[in-house]
């Protein structure tokens, strides 16, 4: 039965060109559509997952990594001296004016960390060293973000705020969807850039106890309890809550993925992808179905019963199946990595993913079986003698 199958699907090459072209469109849509539902969530988290943090110490107040109040540098210092704390670090994380050469506006996050320090460091850099951020109004920017920033490179320059911002490094794929341009710095430096009455004469200086930052990174000795850990900080410092690193993460996740509408969008798109996919492969089937209609007649005139005949058109649906999967998720692993490379776009596809797109697509397509199924078991065996 094999053989009648791979017949029938191979006869009319343009018809089974058309199928494998909507599978593939099927196939790539709920790959890229879930890939980039997941890119997207995993992006809104990139600096909380890039740093070496236990414990992140935040406001009480915190929503998310974006919509938090401001903790005292002080507080860094009171942090260090509760028991089974390694190691703590101020962490500044501000939305900023930018200003190219030409007077251009447009907007970055700007993050502040300690270039000396161990909890939080830029990834993937290509040019530069941390140690560069201690020069005085010193960046590290993404390469993908040289255009926007109408910048050109190292040594190049534009303003945040009012005050200069000269590139000194680089990094590749340092960017997320929903933070956008990432610019990194001291936190000398952005404690500077976060001062409403810095001008063009200020220079950056030591942060004091008043001065705000927005998150305490903190190292738990080795062994120690985290729960417990949180519990000793929160006591410690009042009006400020303790994440584990996971916590903090998934608290972030689920606020963008539930406030923000993006993945039902994009589970919309899965969604019309599939209907798409069974549309065409239900057509492509059901007209093979009618093509050979007296050939299944013929079959069950010798005596094959309906279940040898389902088998036709079934392995017919899972040939179609494996065809349309195999190229159609190589073109969606290329576009990841086009993205990635090019857009810092992170579409996310693990081998748990591509399995389940293929799970998905053999259901399409045998699903989409059922209506060529029920053509052929209406079939009367005497349509063989019927002129």
Same mark, same amino acid.
């Given at each position: 039965?094999?053989?009648?199958?791979?017949?029938?699907?191979?006869?009319?090459?343009?018809?089974?060109?058309?199928?494998?072209? %909507?599978?593939?469109? #099927?196939?790539?849509?709920?790959?890229?559509?879930?890939?980039?539902?997941?890119?997207?969530?995993? /992006?809104?988290?990139?600096?909380?997952?890039? /740093?070496?943090?236990?414990?992140?110490?935040? /406001?009480?107040?915190?929503?998310?990594?974006?919509? @938090?109040?401001?903790?005292?540098?002080?507080?860094?210092?009171?942090?260090?001296?509760?028991?089974?704390?390694?190691?703590? $670090?101020?962490?500044?994380?501000?939305?900023?004016?930018?200003?190219?050469?030409?007077?251009?506006?447009?907007?970055?996050?700007?993050?502040?960390?300690?270039?000396?320090?161990?909890?939080?460091? &830029?990834?993937?850099?290509?040019?530069?060293?941390?140690?560069?951020?201690?020069?005085?109004?010193?960046?590290?920017?993404?390469?993908?973000?040289?255009?926007?920033?109408?910048?050109?490179?190292?040594?190049? /320059?534009?303003?945040?705020?009012?005050?200069?911002?000269?590139?000194?490094?680089?990094?590749?794929?340092?960017?997320?969807?929903?933070?956008?341009?990432?610019?990194?710095?001291?936190? $000398?430096?952005?404690?500077?850039? %976060?001062?409403?009455?810095?001008?063009?004469?200020?220079?950056?200086?030591?942060?004091?106890?008043?001065?705000?930052?927005?998150?305490?990174?903190?190292?738990?000795?080795?062994?120690?309890?985290?729960?417990?850990?949180?519990?000793?900080?929160? @006591?410690?410092?009042?009006?400020?809550?303790?994440?584990?690193?996971?916590?903090?993460?998934?608290?972030?996740?689920?606020?963008?993925?539930?406030?923000?509408?993006?993945?039902?969008?994009?589970?919309?798109?899965?969604?019309?992808?599939?209907?798409?996919?069974?549309?065409?492969? #239900?057509?492509?089937?059901?007209?093979?179905?009618?093509?050979?209609?007296?050939?299944?007649?013929?079959?069950?005139?010798?005596?094959?019963?309906?279940?040898?005949?389902?088998?036709?058109?079934?392995?017919?649906?899972?040939?179609?199946?494996?065809?349309?999967?195999? &190229?159609?998720?190589?073109?969606?692993?290329?576009?990841?990595?086009?993205?990635?490379?090019?857009?810092?776009?992170?579409?996310?596809?693990? &081998?748990?993913?591509?399995?389940?797109?293929?799970?998905?697509?053999?259901?399409?397509?045998?699903?989409?079986?059922?209506? #060529?199924?029920?053509?052929? @078991?209406?079939?009367? &065996?005497?349509?063989?003698?019927?002129?």
């Amino acid at each position: 039965m094999a053989s009648i199958a791979r017949k029938n699907l191979l006869q009319d090459i343009p018809r089974f060109l058309v199928a494998q072209a %909507g599978i593939m469109f #099927a196939v790539s849509l709920v790959t890229i559509q879930t890939g980039l539902q997941r890119g997207f969530a995993s /992006s809104t988290s990139v600096l909380i997952d890039k /740093s070496q943090a236990d414990i992140w110490l935040a /406001s009480d107040k915190m929503v998310h990594l974006d919509l @938090t109040l401001p903790l005292t540098y002080e507080q860094v210092s009171q942090a260090r001296n509760v028991a089974g704390v390694d190691l703590a $670090e101020a962490f500044i994380y501000q939305g900023k004016l930018w200003r190219d050469k030409n007077d251009k506006l447009g907007s970055v996050t700007l993050i502040g960390f300690d270039p000396d320090g161990k909890l939080f460091s &830029p990834w993937n850099i290509t040019k530069g060293s941390v140690k560069d951020l201690k020069q005085p109004f010193s960046i590290f920017v993404d390469e993908t973000s040289l255009e926007g920033l109408n910048l050109k490179g190292v040594g190049d /320059s534009g303003k945040i705020q009012a005050l200069k911002a000269n590139v000194v490094g680089l990094t590749q794929g340092a960017k997320s969807i929903v933070l956008g341009d990432l610019v990194f710095t001291s936190l $000398e430096n952005a404690n500077t850039y %976060g001062n409403p009455l810095a001008d063009t004469t200020s220079t950056p200086k030591v942060l004091e106890a008043n001065d705000r930052v927005t998150f305490i990174l903190v190292r738990a000795k080795p062994g120690e309890n985290l729960q417990s850990l949180k519990k000793r900080l929160e @006591t410690a410092l009042p009006n400020t809550r303790a994440h584990t690193q996971e916590e903090m993460a998934q608290q972030t996740q689920e606020y963008w993925k539930e406030r923000s509408g993006i993945g039902f969008i994009l589970g919309l798109g899965a969604v019309v992808g599939i209907i798409v996919g069974v549309v065409i492969v #239900a057509q492509i089937l059901y007209s093979s179905a009618s093509d050979h209609i007296k050939e299944f007649g013929t079959l069950k005139a010798m005596g094959a019963s309906d279940w040898v005949i389902y088998r036709v058109i079934i392995e017919q649906a899972l040939w179609m199946a494996v065809l349309g999967y195999i &190229p159609g998720m190589a073109l969606c692993l290329g576009v990841a990595a086009w993205t990635a490379a090019t857009q810092s776009i992170v579409i996310l596809i693990t &081998p748990v993913s591509a399995a389940t797109v293929f799970g998905i697509t053999v259901v399409m397509c045998v699903g989409s079986a059922i209506f #060529a199924i029920q053509k052929v @078991t209406r079939v009367d &065996p005497a349509i063989v003698f019927k002129a």
